[in-house]
């Protein structure tokens, strides 16, 4: 009875809560999060002695170092808008992904799954605070737009008339 517990928690945590386009940011956040998930849920919900464990943990860390290789490619292109510095950080921690994930699909453990699903939850963390932060800094311009408009006592100009 447990096993079939445990089965239909996998099968219910499958892509159908995927983010709407639009957003990349967000998307990213929630690909972290999700890869994360599935990291953790074979440590959670069974052992690791578990052949059919093992496999969803095996297919957990693969879907997250395909994750870190987009990552990684889209870092690699020069006209990208990540600034350098970051780029330069970013692109070795995919790095270290990379190798981690290497090491973990041929010996895993605990500890080393939780070094990837923490460096996940700790980088979609961050993908999460600087989006809310920039629509944070968006609601206080729109404020500080409307307060002037209301303090100078007209709409703000939203087009030109060039006929006049």
Not at 50 to 67: H, I
Not at 81 to 98: A, H, I, K, Q, T
Request: negative net charge; glycine residues 4%; contains cysteine.
């Amino acid at each position: 009875m447990a096993d079939k517990n445990q089965s239909n928690l996998y099968e219910q945590s499958s892509y159908n809560q995927v983010p709407e386009a639009g957003n990349p940011t967000y998307s990213e956040a929630w690909a972290l999060v999700e890869a994360a998930r599935r990291m953790a849920e074979p440590l959670e919900f069974g052992s690791l002695e578990d052949p059919e464990n093992l496999g969803k943990l095996r297919d957990g860390l693969r879907l997250n170092w395909r994750l870190w290789t987009i990552f990684q490619t889209e870092l690699s292109l020069e006209e990208g808008p990540v600034p350098e510095e970051l780029r330069g950080n970013m692109l070795s921690l995919c790095n270290f992904v990379d190798k981690h994930t290497v090491q973990t699909l041929n010996e895993p453990t605990a500890e080393r799954v939780s070094v990837l699903i923490e460096v996940n939850r700790q980088i979609a963390n961050g993908l999460l605070s600087s989006l809310q932060n920039s629509l944070d800094n968006e609601e206080i311009a729109e404020t500080n737009q409307q307060a002037h408009a209301s303090q100078s006592g007209s709409e703000p100009v939203s087009s030109i008339d060039t006929e006049a």
